[in-house]
Every structure is written in structure tokens, then in C-alpha cells.
């Protein structure tokens, strides 16, 4: 393990924070845009009690995953900076768009049409900002962006390719998929519902949106299969020839089984952990199929590193910060997401 | 417009916009833990009250400044890749810091926000103090990156290429605490003005409001500080411009000739082709006192640089005239205020004039904080490190920066009226009537 793997695995790790939390928050606005049925008005307060007092901080993997890469593999940073300016900047866009509209409509007026103005807002970022993300990722990972001397090679157009798009759209329907599992169990307790329905009609609408959130992920996901073997040869290769492949799939495929029968069985809290699962392990294997690179097929995280006295100082910080980090936000879940914030039991109703 | 001039348009928007936000997370914070400290303590209703009022207003801000802070990361490789290729290993390291600062900053408001019911009165005063304390050291960080950009160090240059990083040292180069010092004051100087002037224009027509009353003493209290404390850590920075940028110096001061027993001019214009600054009010040897503490001392001029390495010397030369004279300014109504309050038996005054003034001086803290923020930028040009890297050799190779320049200005043009109109909305939401009884006896005292 030499520092630059370790600060690799750092980045993963931040990243698959950043989809299980962040990611959950841009699928909250997705559900709040396709709110509908008796209950939309429901629907959307959920939502917004969900993200209100968590949004900023699970907002901030995605700043953490910025200043490693700049820090600890700066001509990486620099190099996909180059390539994918126009798809950054419309995440950027995206991201400021979704997080004031959100902030703004909780403390505008009250009556509907302001209200419904700055949730058309957050909601259309809340699905620019995934669909950019995804299609940066995949546009990494297929191996269109070459490296040439240090600097993105022109045209920079590696990102307007089928199986870059479809990683783009298979990210936001994740994050929705993710985020209407979450909501199941927070609609638990603010709806108690019928005997044996924990949640009511209320959990029965994310229930819904949840399952048929899946079915898209996992038919982007089979596109996006189908599109690597062409268009990213060494991902694909990644994810079917190494040893590790076969048990990672079998694992990310348990998950999603287990999350789906989770969500039939109206076990949420056990859904919700097997979707968070599988959301890591999609993340660890995007990660893992792409290793050593950090811009396929060009920039390694050898080639591109730091030099030691850097990467060994921020992987200091790194462990120092997350010190600091974790017990903070164990606080915070703990606080506004009930008493057992990761539990996955779901207790005996009384 | 070249596309070099776009990135830097952008860069400079994208910042000057970033830079209020931010500067009101570092002090919002502080003044509404303050608040609801003093309510702890007396338990006054008009200073929960403000505590909520201050934090909704810290909230719309604050996310503000954490969307906008997002774009800045990113910009710094959208548009200067040549500058993070090379300084990132150099500076990552306190913006690695600055993002746990962050992380706890956004953390703890969350609880502080939506938790006044559901967490103890102890651990909600400490998160609005942990949120207070990581603002600050968000924008230590952050000031140790720039602090950087105008004096390298912790490394070696060979063949342009930099060799034997030294991250730690690399933090703290030459003149990091005035310049960490000089940026915190001004955080706290301009959003307590900001928030005084808007309570001081609501305490003129309410004169009997307990609630802006005190709101007004606690954001004078902390701007007043601030402000007067600046003029001493502006002139440590002075002496460390003078010292390791003698042509920034130049510049601020519209110094063209090199000069022993050199003038300090006020105002004026300089004119860099005639190479002289007209119209000056000119105090002898002032400035030579000043940037070294020695009447006689020698200060150099432009002439002793070469031409293509001066700043933009008339911006520089304005720039630093508003931030000081705007700064002088807001440390007179600061002693001012002191002495008023000394005479009313340390109470808030609520002289019609000074109210007047106060409200006056409202918008001037920022204006002197975009000045001053200014000042070293264009200061430290052409280059974007000092002495090693030109903004030209740093920008992006990428095309048409014309096209993310207009959407982001129409995106902040967009979020600036917006909040304009919200934090408004929040001021007018203030009940007209108070909660004191009319006549009762006034029994608070002046925080």
C-alpha cells in the first residue's frame, strides 16, 4: 500500500459517502419534481424535512473528494478540469441552483406559488446535478479522455458519448432509487398508518417509487454494460476479468435482491441498509475496475501523484479530520433521524 | 475580451461574490451565540428572539456561501489548471483543512438550526459556538492559501518545476498572521456593521424597540471591536507588503520614484505613463514612517521595477485609498459609538445622528472588505504566484469562457436579489409592536 493508494481509496470512500448521503438529498429533489397522487403535498414535506438540517454537511464529501484530488493528484485535477469544463460546469450550476432554491423556499412565503416556484428550481437542479456527475464519472472511466503532456488533449468533447450519458442517468436514477428507500423509513413514523402497513399510504408512495426506481437502475445499468464493452474496453475488462469480479457482482447483486425484497416485505429499515449496500459496492466497483488509473488510460494515481511529502501530510489530515469527523456526524444523524439512525431492524410495531 | 480576461472576470465575480457570504458565516455565527448567550443568562424573551431572527438569517446566508464556496473549488481547475498543477501539493494542505472547518461548520448548524427543540440548551449554545469557532478557522485556512499565493514558500524552484515540498512549512510562509488577522477583522468589522446599520435604521423609527436596541449593542459591540482593531493589523500588513512586495507597495501608495523620507498620499490619481500620482494630498515622509517605522527610510518606486512586472497601479492605488478610508471611517464611529455609550452609562445610544450614522455606515465594511480583497489580488498581478507563475501561464487551455462567464453572473445576479428580497422579508417579519409594556421602566442593561 503506498500513500498514493491510500489517499485513492480516500477519494472512493468520499465519493461513496457522497452517493449514500449526498447522492440521497439530489434524489430527494427527484421525488419532490415527480411528487403526485392524494398525498404530493405529503410527499413533499417528507422531503423536505428529510434534507433541511443535513443537506450542507453531506454536501461537503463532495468538496473533500475536490481538495484531495487537487492536493494529493493535482495534474489529474487539473487534466479532468480540462476535459470535462462544460459537464463540471453545469454540476456546478446544479449544485448552487439546488441548495439556495432549497434554503430559499424554507424561509420564503408560505403561500403555494412562491413555493412552487422555488421547488420547480430545486427539484430541475436536484437532477442536472446527478445526471452531470454521472456522466463526469463515466466519461472518466471509458477512456476517452486522453492525457497529452499534462494537458487534456482537445477536443474536449469525451463526455457526449452513449455510454458516458447512460452512466449520467443510471447515477440519478440510483440517487432516486436510494433516496425513496430512505424516505420509506422516514415515513414510518410520521404516518403511522394501518396495522401491519408501518408508514401508511405515505411510505406506500416511496414504496412504490422505490421498487420502479430500481427496475431503471437496473436496466441503465445493463445499457451501461452493454455500451462499456465498446465504448470504456478497459472498465469492462475490469469488471469481468479479475478475480474479485464474480464475488463483486454476486454481492452487489445480493444487495439489490435484498433490497428489493426489503421494500415487497415492507421491511424498510432492512431495505434501506441492502440499498445503501449496494449503493457502496457499485461505487467500490467503479473504483476497483478502474484501478491503478485515475483518468483511464492515461493518468495513473502513481503517474499522477504528489510528491511523498504531501500525500503522507494530507493522509495525516485526512485521519486526524475524520476523528473529528465521525462522532460529529453520528451527532447529527442521531439528533434529527431518531434514536437508531443506521439501525436495520425494524422493531415490533406497539 | 481575450479568454484570459474571462477566467479572471469570473474568478474575481465568482469571489467577490463568495467573499460576503463567507465573510457572514465567520461573524453571523458569533453574533447569534452571542444573543442567545445573553438570553441564557437573563432570560429576556427579545433576546431569544433575536438569537432565531440572527440564525435565519445566518441560514439563508450561510447556504449561500456553501454553494458558492463549492464553485470556487472547482474553478480553481476549471480555470487555472496550470496553477493547481503546480501549487497544488504546495497549498492543498489548508484547503484539506479548510474542508473538515467546513464539515463541522455545516454540521453543527444543522443542529443549531433545527435543533432548538430537540437538543439541551448546553449543547445548543456549543454547536452555535462550534459553528462560530469553525467559520473562523474556515477562513484561517483559506487566508493561508492566499497568504501563499503572494509569498511561496516550502519549496524549491528548479527548472520550473517545484522540488522538495515542504507542506507544513508551506502553510505558514512569511507574513501568514497578518494577513489571517487583517481577513478575520474585516469579517467581523463589516458583517457587524452591516447588521448594526440595518438595526439602526429600524431603532429610528421604533426608538423604543428593546429587541433592535440590543441587537444593535451586540453587532456594535463585535464590528465596533473589529474596526477599531484593524487600522493596527492593517499596518503590520503594510509593513510586510513593504517588506517582501516592495512593488505592490509601490503601487497602493502611487510611489513612482524610489525615495528616501517618501510622502504619503492621500488620494490622487497616479498615471502610469507620466509615472506620477497628481492631485495627492500629500503628508512629508508619512509614508516612509509608516511601512517602516523610520522617517528616512527609503522606499522604492515602480521605476525600479520593469515595466511587465507592475501591477494595474491606478486600480491598486484606488482600491487601497477606498479600503483605508472606508476603514478609518468605520474605527471613528466605532469610538464614537464608545463614547456616546460611556456617557449614557454604558447603554446603547440611540442619538437620532448617530443611529443616522451608524445606518450610513451599514454597507461600508463590506465595500472596504471588497477593496481590500482588491488590493492583493490586483496587487499581486501579473502574477498569480508571486514571482513564480503569471495568471497567463496558469489559465485554462479550454475555449469560449465568455459562454460560464455570463451563466454564473446571471446565476449570482439572480441569487443576490433573491436573498436580498428573503432577508428583507425576515427584517419586516420583526413584530412593531415590542414586548416591553409602554412605559415601563427600561431595566436591560447594554451588552
Redesign the interface.
Known sequence: MTPADLLGGAILASVACYALLGGADFGGGVWDLLATGPRARHQRTLVEHAL???W??N??W???V???L???F??A??????AL?AP??L???G??????A???R????PDDAVQRRWGWIFSMASVIAPLMLGTSVGALASGRVRVEE???A?P?LAWVAGFPLVVGAFTAALFAFLAATYLCVEAAPADPGEAGRPGGGLADDFRTRAVLAGIAVFLLALAAAVLSRRQAPLVYRGLTARPWSLPLHLATGAAAVAAFAGLLARRYRAARLAAAAQVALIVVGWGASQYPYLVVPDLTLESAS??R??QV??LW??GG?AL??FP??W??FR??KGERPFSAMDRPRR | MTDLLYARWLMGTSLAFHIVFSAVGVAMPLLMVVAEWRWRRTGAPHHLDLARRWA?GA??L???G??????I??E???LW??F???????I??P??????A???E??????Y???WD??GPRLHLASGAVVAASGALSAFFVTLANAWMNHPAGFDLVLGR??D????SAMFPPGWLHEVLHVLLSCYAATGFAVAGIHALRLRREPRSRFHRTALGIALAVGGAAAVLQPLSGDLSARQVARTQPVKLASLEGQFRTERGAPLRIGGIPDPAARETRGALEIPRGLSLLAFHDPDAVVRGLDDFPRDVWPPVRRVHLAFQAMVGLGTLLAAVSIAALWLSWRAGWRVPTGRRFLGAVALSGPLGFLALEAGWLVTEWGRQPFTIWGVMRTSEAV???RHLAA?FW??TA?YVF?AV?VVA?LR??IAAVPHVDAAAPGAPETETAP
Open positions: 433541511g438540517p443535513i450542507e454537511a454536501h461537503v463532495l468538496v473533500l475536490v481538495v484531495v487537487f492536493t494529493g493535482p495534474p485535477f487539473a487534466a479532468i478540469s480540462e469544463f463540471l460546469v454540476l456546478l450550476v449544485i448552487v441552483l439546488r441548495g439556495a432549497f434554503t430559499f424554507a424561509y420564503d412565503r499534462g494537458i487534456a482537445a474536449r504528489a510528491p511529502a504531501t501530510a494530507l489530515a485526512l479530520g473529528l469527523l460529529s456526524l451527532l447529527l439528533v434529527f | 435565519k441560514a439563508i450561510f447556504a449561500v456553501a454553494v458558492s464556496g463549492t464553485v473549488s472547482f480553481l481547475g476549471l489548471p496550470g493547481m498543477r503546480f501549487a497544488g501539493p504546495i492543498g494542505m484547503f484539506s483543512l479548510e474542508g473538515f467546513f464539515f463541522a455545516a454540521i453543527f448548524l444543522g443542529i438550526l433545527y435543533g430537540r437538543v517545484a522540488t515540498v515542504s507542506p507544513i485554462t487551455p479550454v460560464p451563466i454564473f446565476v441569487l433573491a428573503l422579508r425576515q
